[in-house]
């Protein structure tokens, strides 16, 4: 078992993308079926399509891959977790209180509680439950996620444990053992379990050396293509998600490998579109019920027809999430490196004796 240092992995980011696109792609049909009852291969009713799957095993591999070598080192855990809200929080707040102000002015847009004041707090801090902003339910798995990694860093000796202990009562709990699944709820659900798996991914990428990764790669589409032909013809379940797991850990098994041991040049625009992932993440759903109310405003719906409409929608919601990309994220991320993080490095100067 070898130790390998970490390299910058193209195609992993090039995975991020794709994770993000999925989601968009689902919520798109989800929208489109709710107003014009039209969907792509009944993809409104597969609850998921595998995207916030990938999404979560992507999470969970690059914490560990960039951080692991982090874990009982003095001074690590603050840093950490700081650069990971600072990462999260910004643009979520401010897509978030976006959203928010829509609601005040326009409530008929809303159910009518994302206004009560315990609703707003809880959203703000990422408090599991119905977001204002119903797209990024998944950030409060994620955060949990980054708690528990702290944790690991802090304190590896007692959080080893307790982590496993976590884990143990997950699976018994997603598996639906006896006497379990009355735990089933946020702590202990499948989509914590996922990020779980991304990390081990990342933990065999990084001490092992992985054979025939094309095949486990080739393995990883096979399964997930069955599972959305499965899909297109008999509907989704809760089993279908954990297929999609698997072939999430397949899929980020297969590429980190293959990354790993060759510099494998990208397309620019599809590690741009990496670097976009989560400003398309947190813009798309109020983009895409902004265009799709365009489209219908301007009739171009009727004129063009709907499939057209919601590749139109679909093309213009990541162009903009890009823009967001560029606009905001990128100059909210320098602002915090430079007033923050950038500080927080610099030593303190010892005054002359």
Known sequence: MT???NKKLSLVQIARALAILFVLLGHANTLFYQNFQYQWFNMAQWGR???VDFFFIVSGFMIYYLYSKNIGVTGR???F???RVLRIFPMYWVFTLAALSMFFIFPQLGDGHETKPTVILKALVL???DPILVVT??????MLFYVLFTFLIYKPKLAKPILAIWVAISLLTVFKTQGF???DGFLFNFNNMEIVCGSLVAHLILNFKIKFPKIILLSGFLLISSVWTNNVFNGTNETTYFYYCVAAMLIMLGISSIDLNKDIETPAPLQFLGDASYSIYISHGPLLQFYILLLKKLNVISTVGIFPSMCIAITLS???GCLVYIILEKPISLFVKRKILDKKKKPIATPAA
């Open 81 to 83: 977790l700081l650069k």
């Open 137 to 142: 339910w998944s950030l409060s798995n994620i």
């Open 181 to 183: 699944s009355k735990l």
């Open 49 to 51: 399509t595998g995207g």
């Open 77 to 79: 855990a603050k840093d």
């Open 318 to 320: 990541i162009l903009s």
């Open 127 to 129: 408090v599991p439950g």
């Open 3 to 5: 130790k390998k240092t």
